[in-house]
């Protein structure tokens, strides 16, 4: 039976798993789960995760969530995956599993958190929230200097010195891929202080190229109406547009 990937492309994870099996020749079935309609909430979503949250992969019988694990699941369960996105070796294998921990909880505490308090709140009918929107700033500005400074040091190409992607490399830039949809002004500030971030994220694009564009496309289209809005609630007394839900194809 074809592995199924269930999935929403403007959900940073999803991306990364889509991306790895496109990289990687695995055949796969995407199923759409739209997280603005929230069909990952529903009770048919819950027999296939319980979590309701995405990815999430069925393999015949076997059932798996959580990004992490299913990209672990796919380089090991399936032949011809290049050995540098999870190496054999054990101790380069546990070096991607320490930045894989490290992700969840920083850099994804971090940015998640604030693209939904500062951007993605309106779009889904929540309010914003400064002080969320504040408090996760300060994980993510540590998270990104963190990167810069420790796990993109030497003259590697990719994390831990690298020079060809791992799945630590996917599943983080996929997360900082997000920002785009903020203010153009709002992510320079965040990422242009960071320069070797910048080069990574360009090097793992075209390391996967065609995939990373074709994959990210649903996210630069969000980004665009995005943009639109704020251009239109600028002429608008207090901006009140952005406060309206935009079209559920986000």
């Not at 993510?140 to 994390?159: A, I, P, Q, V």
């Not at 690298?162 to 891929?177: F, R």
């Not at 990422?191 to 994959?215: C, G, M, Y």
């Amino acid at each position: 039976m074809v592995l199924k990937v269930y999935a929403d492309r403007m959900s940073q994870p999803s991306r990364a798993v889509i991306i790895f099996c496109k990289m990687n020749g695995i055949n796969y079935e995407e199923i759409k789960v739209h997280i603005s309609k929230g069909q990952h909430l529903t009770s048919e979503f819950a027999e296939i995760n319980p979590m309701k949250q995405l990815p999430a992969i069925i393999d015949g019988r076997f059932k798996l969530f959580e990004s992490h694990a299913i990209l672990i699941y796919l380089a090991c369960a399936f032949p011809g995956v290049s050995d540098h996105w999870y190496p054999a070796d054990v101790s380069r294998r546990s070096r991607i599993h320490s930045v894989l921990d490290w992700h969840h909880s920083n850099l994804r505490r971090g940015a998640a958190p604030y693209v939904f308090n500062t951007t993605i709140a309106p779009v889904l009918g929540r309010p914003l929230n400064p002080q969320a929107a504040a408090e996760a700033e300060t994980i993510l500005t540590s998270s990104l200097s963190k990167l810069e400074s420790f796990w993109l040091k030497g003259n590697g190409r990719f994390l831990l010195g690298g020079n060809q992607p791992s799945i630590a490399d996917l599943s983080l830039v996929c997360e900082i891929m997000q920002l785009e949809v903020l203010d153009e002004k709002d992510r320079a500030r965040l990422l242009d202080p960071h320069k070797k971030v910048q080069q990574w994220i360009e090097n793992t694009r075209n390391a996967t190229s065609p995939h990373f564009d074709e994959v990210h496309k649903v996210l630069m289209k969000a980004k665009e109406r995005l943009q639109y809005q704020r251009l239109k609630a600028a002429k608008n007394e207090g901006g009140s547009d952005m406060k309206k839900p935009l079209p559920s194809r986000m």
